[in-house]
């Protein structure tokens, strides 16, 4: 009697069915494990993210500055809404003008004093190299 030539390939085909099972019952099993893990990381990453806003880095990042105190009248792209269109506030102000604006305000609907101190610099300083 002659081989069946299909029987090595039904016995591959049935070993990977089994494996598919096995890994889909373990994979259950970790499912679990993996969201805690996952959970975990979130938290993390926002008790870091909590920290930058804090301001209690010595490094201050003019545009994080700018999108958490600035973009909500002049846009997180810059272009404007309550307040004026800032893409090419560099070429209008030095970075010395900026600070100051952003210390007295802009008369009459921009208040003064936003942010202050390093802060001011930092985004005095992004903004003056928006040209
Ligand atoms: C409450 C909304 C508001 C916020 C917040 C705000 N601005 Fe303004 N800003 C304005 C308005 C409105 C003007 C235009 C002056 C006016 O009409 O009163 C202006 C004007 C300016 C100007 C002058 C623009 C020009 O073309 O002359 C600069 C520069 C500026 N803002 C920077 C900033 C920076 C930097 C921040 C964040 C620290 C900021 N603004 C936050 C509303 C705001």
């Known amino acids: 009697m002659k081989k069946n030539p299909v029987i090595p390939y ?3 085909a049935g070993l990977g069915i089994l494996l598919v099972i096995v890994v889909s019952v373990v ?3 970790q499912q679990e494990a993996i969201q805690d893990e996952e959970n975990g990381e979130q938290e993390e990453q926002q008790q870091q993210d909590g920290e930058s806003e804090g301001g209690g880095e010595t ?3 003019g545009e994080e500055i700018y999108q958490s105190n600035c973009a909500s009248c002049h846009g997180s792209d810059l272009s404007g ?4 269109d800032l893409t090419s506030v560099g070429s209008d102000y030095s970075k010395e003008e900026l600070k100051e604006i952003i210390a007295e305000g802009f008369p009459p609907n921009m208040p003064g004093g936003i942010v202050k101190g ?3 610099d ?3 300083q992004w903004l003056s190299e928006q040209k």
């Open 10 to 12: 039904a016995l591959i």
């Open 122 to 124: 930092a985004v005095a």
């Open 118 to 120: 390093e802060e001011a």
């Open 59 to 61: 490094a201050a990042n």
């Open 81 to 84: 809404g309550v307040g004026p």
């Open 27 to 29: 994979g259950l099993n």
